[in-house]
């Protein structure tokens, strides 16, 4: 099996998982398998056709619709009953949909249809009905949405992969005071498609342990499966998300909604509401700002990484808002990962040995511990030093960068080339699994904005091991909470 061949195999899983079953048995029928892929990519370029002509036909009637018109055709896109919201997840939703979201913007290598139709998984998926939507809400407070809250908005202002947004009021009750906030609502019957989706990830296991020679993909779909269930717990996302809001409290320009308790239970959290510029309202802004922004993203996933001790597994450009003032708003924390203190010194060493004091043999021996590299692989520590070293590209060179769709693409694609020795040695830990997509799910945003500076002097303002001066406006405006944390923190 060529090696780039696997991103394609891997989204294929969107398209259901007897078609990823039928490829393993097929796997040493080299014709069959070349007739299998052509199908299977003609069904995903129908699906991107399809996508796109119902968006654009919606879109086209609503211009000369009146606005009940209007209201109408957005109503045939919802999702009115509980069997209805879980034949829709068995497709669209779940599990899957975060391989569907990943892929949409990570490898600029897809045709274009398939891209169009991945990306649709990342923000338009249809919402369920505002009466089921309040079904749940009153399954969770025994109140209908009408009467927990002082005003209530059943349409929603945005939809993912196991839930929808609603805006809402609430009342201070010792001062009276209104506050704004935004309710996701998780949809009825998700945690069955996820569960289904689960079983399937057991297929993804088999499929790569088929195509990587050094893999065991175990403790790689454990992971998943351990990740995955957490996040359909509500509670627990509210957690993860007050933990941010609290360490990132009075940041210059990091910001995390603060999570209200009082009306955030198992299906349902309730934040405070915040407005601002999309991904795509970015993309259309002067360099400068771009830059800026992708600095902010850096400095978000390493100061969360080496600060905190855990970060969000799931960045994509629907967890993120701009705001006029260079802040960015950070959404969704329902797939955090948190690491323990011997995975953050494994991942200091990495780093350390790699990008800092360009010492082979020790970046050797740190992967062989951490179990990234199986012991006796034949290869030469240079070898193996130059195998991982297109992680660290960015951060090696003190000297501006700027980061680019290729390189991203490039990236994913050497993760999935098993061409070289050196990959029938190498594997993912269950500690990797998420790192891994956050590097991956970050380069690839980075060089959408293509984002120019000195990422090197940045890391080492970030790395715990060198604690660099400030080299950038956006590091000196965070000096004074920087202190402030330290005296909180000492």
Same mark, same amino acid.
């Not at 855990?310 to 708003?329: I, K, M, Q």
């Given at each position: ?238 957690? /993860? ?13 990091? *910001? ?55 970060? /969000? ?13 260079? &802040? ?9 990962? *948190? ?5 953050? /010194? ?53 000297? $501006? ?86 005296? &909180?923190? $000492?």
């Amino acid at each position: 099996m060529k090696p780039r061949r696997l991103v394609p195999l891997v989204i294929g899983m969107v398209a259901g998982a007897a078609t990823l079953a039928g490829l393993a048995m097929r796997r040493r029928e080299t014709q069959a398998l070349r007739t299998s892929r052509a199908q299977r990519n003609s069904e995903l370029v129908r699906l991107g056709a399809s996508v796109g002509a119902l968006h654009a036909g919606t879109a086209a009637r609503k211009l000369f619709a009146s606005a009940e018109r209007r209201t109408e055709l957005d109503r045939d896109r919802e999702l009115r009953t509980a069997e209805a919201v879980a034949e829709r997840l068995g497709r669209m939703k779940g599990a899957m949909m975060k391989l569907g979201q990943m892929a949409s913007y990570v490898d600029e290598a897809l045709p274009s249809p398939v891209r169009a139709a991945l990306a649709e998984l990342q923000s338009n998926a249809p919402p369920m009905s505002a009466e089921l939507a309040a079904l749940v809400i009153e399954q969770d407070f025994g109140q209908r949405p009408e009467q927990l809250f002082a005003e209530w908005d059943p349409v929603p202002i945005a939809s993912a992969s196991i839930g929808q947004v609603h805006r809402a009021v609430i009342v201070d009750p010792e001062t009276g005071d209104e506050r704004a906030v935004a309710v996701k609502v998780q949809y009825p019957g998700v945690g069955e498609a996820v569960a289904a989706d689960l079983r399937n990830a057991d297929l993804l296991g088999m499929l790569l342990a088929q195509g990587f020679g050094g893999l065991d993909p175990a403790e790689m779909v454990g992971e998943i499966k351990e990740r995955l269930v957490e996040e359909l717990d509500y509670r627990q996302e509210a957690l /993860n998300q007050q933990l941010f809001a609290d360490f990132y409290r009075g940041h210059p320009f990091i *910001h995390v909604p603060d999570v209200i308790p009082e009306f955030s239970a198992a299906h349902v959290i309730t934040t405070d509401l915040v407005v601002g510029s999309t991904w795509q309202q970015l993309l259309l802004c002067p360099q400068h700002r771009r830059d800026q922004a992708g600095e902010t993203l850096f400095r978000f996933v390493f100061r969360s990484l080496y600060g905190l001790h855990a970060f /969000n597994g799931d960045p994509h450009p629907g967890n993120y808002l701009f705001h006029d003032d260079g &802040r960015v708003t950070f959404l969704d924390f329902g797939l955090v990962k *948190h690491f323990d203190a011997d995975e953050m /010194n494994t991942f200091v060493n990495m780093v350390k040995a790699a990008a800092y004091e360009h010492d082979q043999a020790a970046f050797r021996r740190v992967v062989e511990e951490a179990g990234m590299l199986r012991v006796g692989c034949p290869s030469s520590d240079a070898a193996v030093g130059e195998y991982f070293s297109q992680f660290y590209e960015s951060v090696r060179e003190d000297k $501006p960068v700027t980061w680019s769709g290729e390189y991203a693409s490039r990236i994913v694609r050497h993760t999935f080339d098993r061409s070289s020795p050196i990959a029938q040695y190498a594997t993912v830990p269950k500690a990797f699994v998420f790192i891994q997509r956050i590097n991956l799910g970050l380069y690839a945003l980075l060089g959408e904005l293509r984002a120019t500076g000195n990422y090197r002097r940045m890391a080492e303002e970030l790395w715990p091991f060198v604690n660099g001066p400030a080299s950038t406006p956006l590091a000196e405006a965070e000096q004074e909470w920087l202190q402030a944390a330290q005296r &909180r923190d $000492p």
